[in-house]
């Protein structure tokens, strides 16, 4: 079982700044890969950013240059999101697939205003 627990959402302005984290039950190292989603009202949820076990990072094209996906060497995975835009409101989601399973956190809400 992994729990993961998500931070750092909440109200900012356009070209404002936020950073989620993420901490997880078990080390970073215990993952893969660690990944965040976000999905909006009405949407699908959908990857934003991901780093793998050996540091490799991925971003959707619509954050790129704009979030950095990073973690630490004990248990939590950061999202810094610089120049955020109203399109980027969504509840953020974390997560790991450990032992063949999915796990999510229960989201963090992001809303940018504009």
């Known amino acids: 079982q992994v729990q993961l627990v998500e931070s750092g959402g909440g109200l900012v302005q356009a070209g404002g700044s936020l950073r989620l984290s993420c901490a997880a039950s078990?080390?970073?190292?215990?993952?893969?890969?660690m990944g965040w989603y976000r999905q909006a009202p009405g949407k699908q949820r959908d990857l934003v950013a991901r780093?793998?076990?050996?540091?490799?990072t991925t971003y959707e094209d619509s954050v790129k240059g704009r979030f950095t996906v990073s973690r630490d060497n004990k248990n939590t995975v950061n999202l810094q999101m610089n120049s955020l835009k109203p399109e980027d409101t969504a509840v953020y989601y974390c997560?790991?697939?450990?032992?063949?399973?999915?796990?999510w956190g229960r989201g963090t809400l992001v809303t940018v205003s504009s």
């Open positions: 780093i793998t076990l050996g540091g490799i």
């Open positions: 997560n790991v697939i450990w032992a063949g399973e999915n796990y």
């Open positions: 078990r080390t970073v190292f215990s993952f893969n890969a």
